[in-house]
């Protein structure tokens, strides 16, 4: 499986530093659906938000180590891309019956027309790249959108 060009899906519209955390991932997926709807990459921020809903029916889409990688597949999307947001303080994220501490939250929009394999090659090369800590101290000290394309770059 090929991995995909994290650079190339990560979007500068889309990457949230240093907001105040949210009271939970319902808060979470609002603003970020929202987000993708404002940015032109999903035409209805309702029905990316059902997406994103149905998808943590399947099972959990938090990580541990503070991250969470919540993802929904839907006619609605536009263009697909990573939103990335990191809070300031940890909120407490339940999914799939699990339940923790998250700082760092990528949420994926996935077009139902693109390939099928494409949104698993996309979380295999971010799974990849959070197995690393130098990645996660990147997310951690990255002050603008391209710090983080600059530091995925040299990673």
Known sequence: MNSVDLSEVLLDEMVI??????????????VMTRQFETAGLVSDAGAFKKALEFRETLGPTYMGNLIAIPHGKCKEVL??????????????YESGGESGEVRYIFVLAISENQENDYHLRVLATLAGFLAHDE???????????????????EL
């Not at 263009?79 to 407490?92: L, M």
């Open 17 to 30: 530093l240093d907001r105040e955390p949210f009271k939970d991932k319902d808060d979470m997926f609002n």
């Open 79 to 92: 263009k697909p891309g990573i939103g990335f947001c990191r809070c300031r303080e940890p909120f407490i």
């Open 135 to 153: 990645f996660l101290a990147l997310l951690e000290k990255a002050e603008s959108y391209d710090d983080l394309i600059k530091g995925i770059k």
